[in-house]
């Protein structure tokens, strides 16, 4: 066996079809892709509720359904989304987790960004940014409170640094007394036009690498929003950190018209080589020590 390795799927975000017809939108899609991954090596899954006409969905029912689906055919650890911009106040960003822990349908994780960012997209073709005023505003008072909520519910947080300054503030929220140990800790590359994080590339993920605490024991993962995760992995796996991917961030058209699945075997076939092996989802509850 070799060193664990913990393969998260960000199946769907808010990516329409255009990239990739595949992406799942609908309960019944999510939960056929969940049951896919798992039997591929995938132990944890990332969605966003999503209309069937692919439009955002944010009442907590339509997270409902789709985990009901979910739970109903594999063991798969669950990750909603919080709603990004698309939702503000934070009691309205949070009312889904409390509403499904009331239905007996609890996430495994909260995902909380810890920290601010502009996430307007900029056209290189024209050199002109698509819009200005896209603020991803997340204040930390505001992630103090998430995380409250969060332990409250009985549920895990993951925290997602998209620069060096959100990952030294959950590193500080360590040292307060407010995180679960081991951290669980996410780094959200961004590609697409998207600056308001470090680039996809080696030199985008190195200074996360470079900055961690050794006085904070974390169980670190690597997403690229919008970007090619495929050509970071060897590093990412060479360096002990886990993976985050999906088709809700790239549509891997470099693989033809793939299905999450075959995204997850390719992640699987490169952690071979790597000497990585993908754990189950009690294999991350024990890496996480849940």
Known sequence: MGRPLIIEVRVNEYAMRNSNPNVPWTPEEISRDCNEIREAGAAVVHFHARKEDGSPAFDAESYAASIRKIRAGSDILIAPTMGQIH?????????????????????????????????????????????????????????????????????????????????????????????????HQTFLLTEGGILGGHPGTVAGLKPFIELLDPAVPMVWSVGCKEGDLLGLVPYILQNGGHISIGLGDYGYRELGTPRNVDVVRKVVELARQYDRTPVTPDGVKELLGM
């Open 87 to 183: 939702v503000s106040g934070d009691a309205t960003r949070f009312q889904h987790y409390v509403a499904l822990e009331k239905m007996d349908l609890k996430p495994d994780f909260v995902p909380i960004d810890t920290g601010t960012t502009n996430i307007d997209r900029f056209d290189f073709s024209t050199n002109t940014f698509d819009t200005k005023h896209k603020v991803y505003l997340n204040a930390t008072e505001t992630v103090e409170r998430f995380i409250g909520w969060t332990h409250d519910l009985g549920m895990r947080e993951q925290l997602f640094a998209w620069t060096v300054p959100m990952l030294r503030t959950g590193q500080a929220l360590y040292r307060m007394g407010l995180l679960k140990t081991p951290v």
